[in-house]
């Protein structure tokens, strides 16, 4: 009898997984060095980067909106937005429809700098993937949707186009 989709991984050790971990772990940490140096020119830190990464993603995004998609507290988001708009990389806009609304757009610097960040992220994964092969870049976009939190993956399936 065939075996259901995914089920013999139910069966890894707890060794398996702690190892697993700790490649999440270091795959993180080699993920966010190249970003993390181009941010300390700036003296910026990630939160900046996922702001600038997201609001290119959406422009016109309301705050609101990041603040979901990020789950930060909105004290936390307007310190990071307050930055990025005092030193040109983000522009935010009045609401047409409603003015109590804040829309966030990358300004041209912020496009620049969003571009050098990506570009960073991209040649690495792109090396990675290329040496693991197509099967396990789709088993890794598999496992990733599903480490995801249900509510988050709606944010996720908006970019299928060019997700991994």
Same mark, same amino acid.
């Given at each position: 009898m065939a075996q259901? =989709?995914?089920?013999?991984?139910?069966?890894?050790?707890?060794?398996?997984? %702690?190892?697993?971990?700790?490649?999440?772990?270091?795959? #993180?940490?080699?993920?966010?060095?190249?970003?993390? %140096?181009?941010?300390?020119?700036?003296? #910026?830190?990630?939160? =900046? =980067?996922?702001a600038i990464h997201f609001i290119h993603r959406s422009p016109g995004t309301t705050v609101n909106n990041l603040l979901a998609i990020l789950g930060v507290t909105k004290q936390s988001l307007n310190r990071v937005l307050r930055t990025l708009v005092d030193d040109g990389l983000v522009e935010s806009r009045v609401g047409q429809r409603d003015r109590r609304e804040r829309h966030l757009f990358l300004t041209p610097a912020g496009e620049a700098l969003e571009r050098e960040l990506s570009d960073a992220q991209r040649a690495r994964m792109r090396a990675a993937f290329r040496e693991a092969g197509p099967t396990a870049v789709a088993g890794f976009r598999e496992v990733l949707e599903h480490m995801m939190d249900p509510e988050l993956r709606r944010y996720f399936a908006g970019g299928r186009d060019d997700a991994p």
């Open positions: 259901a =989709h995914g089920e013999t991984l139910l069966f890894l050790t707890d060794e398996q997984l %702690r190892r697993a971990t700790e490649a999440m772990f270091f795959a #993180y940490r080699g993920f966010t060095a190249d970003p993390d %140096r181009i941010l300390s020119g700036y003296d #910026y830190g990630r939160a =900046h =980067h996922r």
